[in-house]
């Protein structure tokens, strides 16, 4: 069965450095997504993509996210300047296709653990 | 604005007994629903979903959930609850019309505990 996998699974950093998480979403989904959970709260929504650009992002993606899909698989977050507060654990997650089909479900990925010291 | 609130934070029962977890969503438009599961150290898994078909949606493992949109809840219930279900639960809603990402929007999340 198609998944969504996530690279590295754990990335410990250090505050200011740049970190790139990886994701490789399911083949033939057309949207894709990255959320982030911080410990012990809930999951929330970062950024989605579609068609080679961003189509909504949320007020926690400032200047200092971005996303990239550089391959016809690879689905990347990258973080320029890490910060304290960046320490979750980010999702990525990918979907078939849009409007109101039944198809609609998000198939998430294990997650990448990132803490930030 | 869309929003969930899931009602309790933890939930213990005992095995074999009811399971009930509470979500409330507020959206200005006919809502998509979803119940994802977390367990320990893993992502997230689709439990069902409600598009707006039979207000009555079965999933796996058992579980189900009925949207009532006069009460504008989505209660997620199993009749006879396992060891194995203890884990972290999320209701989550979106929109999938036209124009919009489909971004998830999720509640807080509630942890079940099965006691033997």
């Known amino acids: 069965e198609p998944e969504v996998t996530q690279t590295p699974s754990h990335q410990v950093t250090q505050m200011g450095q740049e970190v790139i998480l990886r994701c490789v979403p399911i083949?033939?989904?057309?949207?894709f997504y990255w959320y982030r959970q911080i410990l012990g709260q809930k999951v929330e929504f970062l950024v989605s993509?579609?068609?080679?650009?961003?189509?909504?992002k949320s007020e926690i993606f400032d200047d200092q996210f971005s996303v990239e899909r550089p391959d016809g698989s690879n689905f990347t977050l990258k973080i320029r300047s890490t910060k304290l507060e960046d320490s979750a654990m980010y999702f990525c997650?990918?979907?078939?296709?849009?409007?109101?089909?039944?198809?609609?479900?998000?198939?998430f990925g294990p997650g990448t653990r990132l803490t930030v010291l | 604005a869309q929003s969930v609130t899931q009602l309790g934070s933890h939930v213990s029962v005992s095995e074999g007994a009811l399971v009930l977890l509470r979500c409330n969503y507020s959206?200005?438009?006919?809502?998509?629903l979803f119940w994802y599961v977390q367990y320990p150290n893993q992502g997230l898994q689709l439990l069902l979903k409600?598009?707006?078909?039979?207000?009555l949606v079965k999933g796996i493992n058992g579980f189900e959930a009925e949207f009532k949109k006069s009460e504008t809840s989505f209660h997620l219930t199993k009749p006879s609850a396992h060891m194995s279900d203890a884990a972290e639960y999320f209701c989550?809603?979106?929109?999938?019309?036209?124009?919009?990402?489909?971004?998830?929007?999720f509640g807080q999340g509630t942890t079940l505990q099965v006691k033997p």
């Open positions: 989550a809603v979106s929109d999938y019309g036209s124009g919009n990402t489909g971004k998830l929007i």
């Open positions: 997650a990918s979907r078939r296709r849009g409007g109101t089909s039944g198809n609609n479900e998000q198939f």
């Open positions: 083949s033939n989904h057309l949207y």
């Open positions: 993509f579609y068609n080679n650009e961003i189509s909504e």
């Open positions: 959206s200005s438009v006919p809502p998509y």
């Open positions: 409600y598009t707006s078909a039979a207000t």
